[in-house]
T-cell receptor, first 115, second 111 residues
Framework: GAVVSQHPSWVICKSGTSVKIECRSL??????MFWYRQFPKQSLMLMAT?????????EQGVEKDKFLINHASLTLSTLTVTSAHPEDSSFYIC???????????FGDGTRLSIL | GQNIDQPTEMTATEGAIVQINCTYQ??????LFWYQQHAGEAPTFLSY????GLEEKGRFSSFLSRSKGYSYLLLKELQMKDSASYLC????????????FGTGTRLTVIP
């Protein structure tokens, strides 16, 4: 149980394009999902907390207009990187938990490369 | 702010025991988690401590002392496949119970 699916797993695109990443909880409902970013040899940095049916809560320093988060249902959250630039190239990982005091389970991550 | 410290790298021999330490200073505390992350992959959940003491799960054990802000992950009977990064993460009580991660400890298991 507690499977989180993330798609796509790898994206390469040109600078200036927008990229959408999907995160799905396959066998449970997740009122809260989390989006992380990880640069090479660094730890996971929380970008935002995605709440079903309401606005996401962004961490300090993360641009809301650049990283659009939508949590339209209890099993799906999307992260859209708008007008992506090479410095946005990173490993983006989502996670979800089955309940408030349960561990987070991670998707497989999306490796984003902006040329 | 949140401060979580782990050693950057460790090396251990196949079949041996290794202990990875984690110290933390956070504004709130609602549990400490250990995750394993292989290069290029997402983290996988290993263990969870919310009360003081030792939690054992097969070859992996995790210990917590809340008064000392200290935890360790113990790996027994090391196997080559245990070579990975081990992430210590603390969940705070504020807001949405976010997880704050340490920088991770890169463990290399040698024959």
């Amino acid at each position: 149980g507690a499977v989180v699916s993330q798609h796509p797993s790898w994206v390469i695109c040109k600078s200036g394009t927008s990229v959408k990443i999907e995160c799905r909880s396959l066998d449970f409902q997740a009122t809260t999902m989390f989006w992380y970013r990880q640069f090479p040899k660094q730890s996971l940095m929380l970008m935002a907390t995605s709440n079903e049916g309401s606005k996401a809560t962004y961490e300090q320093g993360v641009e809301k207009d650049k990283f659009l988060i939508n949590h339209a249902s209890l099993t799906l959250s999307t992260l859209t990187v708008t007008s992506a630039h090479p410095e946005d190239s990173s490993f983006y990982i989502c996670s979800a938990r089955t309940g408030a005091n349960q561990p987070q389970h991670f998707g497989d991550g999306t490796r984003l490369s902006i040329l | 702010g949140q401060n979580i410290d782990q050693p950057t790298e460790m090396t251990a021999t196949e079949g041996a025991i290794v202990q990875i330490n984690c110290t933390y200073q956070t504004s709130g505390f609602n549990g400490l988690f250990w995750y394993q992350q292989h290069a290029g992959e997402a983290p996988t959940f290993l263990s969870y401590n919310v009360l003081d003491g030792l939690e054992e799960k097969g070859r992996f054990s995790s210990f917590l002392s809340r008064s000392k802000g200290y935890s360790y992950l113990l790996l027994k009977e090391l196997q080559m496949k245990d070579s990975a990064s081990y992430l210590c993460a603390v969940r705070d009580q504020a807001g949405a119970n976010n997880l704050f991660f340490g920088t991770g400890t890169r463990l290399t298991v040698i024959p």
